[in-house]
């Protein structure tokens, strides 16, 4: 399964491990980009199910309809996330937009994880994985992120828990942090993008297919193992002394 499978990183995921022979539950707000993702792939090898990750009824609508379909979910790659408007000061943020961000990025993650755990807890043979899409920013902010970045430093908190609570039961959970892959959110990073000291600047970027094969690569160990944390970056994006 793939949240925000209908666009960017979602969508490179989807399609690499669809093509790796993976059945796939395609996960999004937008019913006709998840079906443009789904004509990538072999004929019948994936669903699309629109889906707003902050509902738990979608949520819940989401699990019985994989379910349904394949039998089990044996992967959860945690993906849907909003940046929230750009450039914003702490001090102007609306409460509406820092909730938009936590609701998506943070409650969002929870409640799939939560559905994954049950899911994999009760089905025969047990256990599962699930990778976590943090980012650089669960390190690191950038300048006027602080609901981004809130979000994404909690998702580690997450994932680490997640982790410890699933070993009981051969559920297996992941973090990949991802820097500067080149997707429509980030397409701003190569015309300019504000740095720590005031400056705006262009920055390197990368191709996001080769995020996806790293999620694939996590995705296909034997439960016995585990990346706990990965980060995959820019070669030269400004993150390693940033600020």
């Known amino acids: 399964m793939v949240t925000g499978a209908g666009s960017g990183m979602g969508r490179a995921v989807a399609v690499e491990l669809l093509r790796a022979g993976w059945s796939v539950a395609l996960a999004g707000r937008r019913t006709e980009t998840l079906e443009e993702t789904a004509a990538l792939a072999p004929e019948g090898a994936g669903i699309a199910v629109r889906t707003d990750v902050s509902r738990p009824d979608d949520v819940a609508a989401l699990f019985a309809a994989a379910v349904d379909r394949f039998g089990r979910v044996d992967l959860l790659f945690n993906n849907a996330g909003t940046f929230g408007p750009g450039g914003v000061p702490v001090e102007e943020l609306s409460y509406d937009a820092w909730r938009h961000v936590v609701d998506t990025n943070l409650n969002g993650a929870f409640l799939c994880a939560q559905a994954a755990y049950r899911q994999m807890k009760e089905q025969d043979p047990q256990g599962g994985r699930i990778i976590n899409n943090g980012s650089i920013s669960a390190h690191t902010p950038r300048p006027h992120s ?91 994006m400004p993150y390693v002394g940033r600020g």
């Not at 039961?169 to 429509?184: E, K, L, M, R, S």
């Not at 397409?187 to 400056?199: D, F, I, P, V």
Request: proline residues 4%; negative net charge; without cysteine.
């Open 146 to 236: 602080v609901a981004y970045t809130a979000t994404k430093h909690a998702l580690t908190g997450l994932t680490k828990s997640l982790a410890l609570d699933g070993r009981p039961y051969g559920i297996a959970v992941g973090q990949i942090d991802i820097g500067n892959a080149a997707t429509d959110m980030t397409a701003r990073m190569q015309t300019g993008a504000l740095q720590a000291n005031g400056e705006v600047a262009p920055e390197p970027v990368m191709d996001v297919a080769d995020v996806a094969r790293t999620v694939r690569h996590m995705a296909e160990l034997p439960l016995e193992a585990n990346v706990q944390f990965a980060t995959v970056l820019a070669t030269a």
